[in-house]
């Protein structure tokens, strides 16, 4: 059952916010917010309420949109990108996100980051000064460094382990 409709079995009038975002102009009963939720896990959504809770979601997305599905990284400092995006103080934003994640922004920030520079390190088709300049790192030093923080290992000690992980296809067939 789409949202639209589970609103509308319910009797409610709604306006769409945003993407993912529905502003239900009446305040529901325990039964119909107990309904709704029933309707939306069979859509595989999910009911979140929490002021909060919505916006640490929103900031989630921001980042893990810029990190793994852009091609390029803003060229204003980060801080201020989510800022413009959420149209909402970057101190409040992080204080809001800090409390309720127990991390900061910038901390999810750089294990997105990290999660990405394994991926393409994996792919092999960048080397380390291409993906140190991909993800705005100020050189190869400091990715060098965040990385085997996050990690435990070297970007190269990483490339080895996944290299000998992985089996060519000729060699699968031939066992």
Not at 82 to 89: T, W
Request: charged letters at 25%.
């Amino acid at each position: 059952m789409a949202v639209k409709e589970a609103l509308k079995s319910l009797g409610l009038h709604f306006v769409l916010v945003d993407l993912g975002e529905i502003d239900i102009m009446e305040t529901l009963t325990p039964e119909q917010l107990q309904q709704l939720q029933a309707a939306l896990n069979e859509s595989g959504l999910e009911l979140m309420d929490d002021k909060k809770a919505m916006l640490i979601e929103k900031i989630k997305n921001v980042i893990i949109e810029i990190v793994h599905y852009s091609s390029d990284f803003p060229t204003i400092n980060f801080s201020d990108y989510i800022s413009e995006k959420l149209n909402l103080d970057y101190t409040y934003l992080s204080n809001i996100f800090s409390e309720v994640q127990g991390i900061t922004i910038q901390q999810f920030l750089i294990v997105h980051k990290i999660e990405r520079v394994k991926e393409l390190l994996m792919y092999h088709e960048l080397n380390l000064t291409e993906i140190s300049y991909k993800m705005q790192y100020s050189s190869v030093a400091h990715l060098s460094n965040q990385f085997k923080k996050i990690t435990g290992l070297s970007a190269s000690e990483f490339q080895k382990l996944k290299h000998k992980t992985r089996s060519p296809i000729e060699e699968i067939g031939n066992q």
